[in-house]
C-alpha cells in the first residue's frame, strides 16, 4: 500500500472547526481563540462574560478540557472593546468556568495580538490597552526585531483585604492567611504553615491543600467587591515560600478554580502580593520583587503609585514578564463525537 502523502498533507476537516494561536507565559499556556467561537452580547465585558456562562459554556469545555485541552488549560476570547480608550476586549476561561481578570494573559495575548499582526508593532515600546472584566490594562510590550521581548501592564488597583486571618481547616488545623485583591480575591498562606514546600514534587499535595484552604475560608469569610457583584469571590489559594534563587524575593504557587496550578507566579497574584508588602510598610514604591514560579520562572511587580479603591486604600501594580507564542492550532467540533464537549480529570 502507498502513502498518498499529497493527500494527507492537503486534508481539510469537514466539521466546525476553532482556530486558536497558543502561547505560554513563563511556562503558564493561553489559549486565544482567533475563530469559531461566538462572540457573547453586552455592552460590558462583564455582560458579555455571563452570557459566555449561560448560552456558550459548552465551547469552553470543549477548549479547555480533554481531549483537546487538559485540567490546567487556560484560554482568552477577544472581543470587540467596550471602552473607547482599549484597542480590545478579554474574557479568560479555564477548566472551571471564567476569571476576572489574568496577569499571565495579558503578557501572552499582547504578544500574541503584536507578534500576529492583529495590533501595528512599533519599536522599542507598543502601548496595548485591553478591557478586561476587573477593568481596563494598560500593556507595554518591549519589541525589538518584529519580536515581543517582554510586556509590563499597569494592573487594576490592589489592595489587602483583611490580614492575619485564621481559619480551621479539616485535617490541617488552624492556618494563618491573608486575603488581598490583584484582580481577583486570593487567600495568601505560608507554606510552611501548611506543612507543604513550593516545588513540583509536591503538586498534589499543593492541590489538595489549597482546595481545602479555599473552601474553609469561603465557607466562614465573606468577600465583597467594592463595585462589581460579579468579583467578590474567593478565587484561589496561594503559597508563599522562600525563593530558590539569591536574586528571588520569595516563590508563589497558585491553586485556583477547581484545583488549577498556575506555572506562572500568577500576574493578578502577584499584584495581591505587592498590596500586602505595601500594606505592611514591607516595600516602598518603586521597589521591585521579584517573585517565582513553581518551575523556577519570574515575574516582577512594584508598586507604582497609590490610590483608592472603593473604602479600600490601594497601589497600582505593575507586573512584567515574557509570553511565547507555541503553535496555531485548528480543532474540530464533530457533532457525531460523544465526547465533543469534552472531559476532565483531575
Not at 478591557?131 to 490594562?137: F, K, M, N, V
Not at 500576574?267 to 505592611?280: D, E, I, K
Request: glycine share 10%.
Amino acid at each position: 500500500m502507498s502513502l498518498d502523502f499529497a493527500r494527507f498533507t492537503s486534508w481539510r476537516p469537514g466539521a466546525p472547526c476553532i482556530t486558536t494561536v497558543d502561547a505560554h507565559t513563563e511556562g503558564e499556556p493561553l489559549r486565544v481563540i482567533v475563530s469559531g467561537y461566538p462572540l457573547p452580547a453586552g455592552d460590558t465585558i462583564l455582560a458579555r462574560r455571563r452570557t459566555l456562562m449561560a448560552h456558550h459554556d459548552t465551547f469552553r469545555t470543549a477548549l479547555m478540557w480533554e481531549p483537546r485541552g487538559h485540567a490546567d488549560m487556560y484560554g482568552c476570547l477577544v472581543t470587540p472593546p467596550v471602552t473607547k480608550e482599549a484597542d480590545f476586549g478579554v474574557l479568560f476561561m479555564h477548566n472551571e468556568g471564567y476569571s476576572t481578570m489574568c496577569g499571565h494573559g495579558i503578557i501572552a495575548v499582547t504578544t500574541v495580538a503584536l507578534e500576529t499582526g492583529l495590533l501595528p508593532m512599533n519599536t522599542p515600546e507598543t502601548c496595548v490597552r485591553i478591557d478586561s472584566p476587573a477593568g481596563l490594562i494598560t500593556a507595554f510590550a518591549a519589541t525589538e526585531d518584529g519580536r515581543v521581548r517582554s510586556v509590563r501592564f499597569l494592573n487594576v488597583p490592589s489592595f489587602a483585604y483583611a490580614l492575619d486571618r485564621s481559619v480551621r481547616v479539616p485535617e490541617l488545623g488552624v492556618i494563618p492567611y491573608d486575603i488581598a485583591y490583584g484582580g481577583a480575591y486570593y487567600a495568601y498562606v505560608q507554606a510552611a504553615d501548611a506543612g507543604i514546600t513550593c516545588t513540583p514534587d509536591r503538586y498534589g499535595e499543593l492541590i489538595q491543600k489549597g482546595m481545602a484552604i479555599k473552601h474553609a475560608i469561603m465557607e466562614s469569610a465573606d468577600i465583597v467587591h467594592p463595585f462589581e457583584a460579579d468579583l467578590g469571590f474567593l478565587y484561589g489559594t496561594i503559597f508563599v515560600g522562600p525563593g530558590h534563587r539569591a536574586s528571588s524575593h520569595s516563590r508563589n504557587v497558585c491553586v485556583f478554580a477547581e484545583g488549577e496550578v498556575d506555572r506562572s507566579p500568577t500576574g493578578t497574584g502577584v499584584s495581591g502580593r505587592a498590596a500586602l508588602h505595601y500594606a505592611r510598610r514591607e516595600i516602598g514604591l518603586d521597589e521591585p520583587l521579584v517573585i517565582e514560579s513553581i518551575i523556577g520562572s519570574n515575574f516582577t511587580v512594584r508598586a507604582t503609585g497609590v490610590t483608592t479603591f472603593g473604602p479600600h486604600e490601594a497601589i497600582v501594580p505593575e507586573v512584567e514578564g515574557r509570553a511565547y507564542i507555541t503553535g496555531r492550532h485548528t480543532f474540530c467540533i464533530d457533532a457525531n463525537d460523544p465526547l465533543k464537549d469534552g472531559f476532565i480529570l483531575r
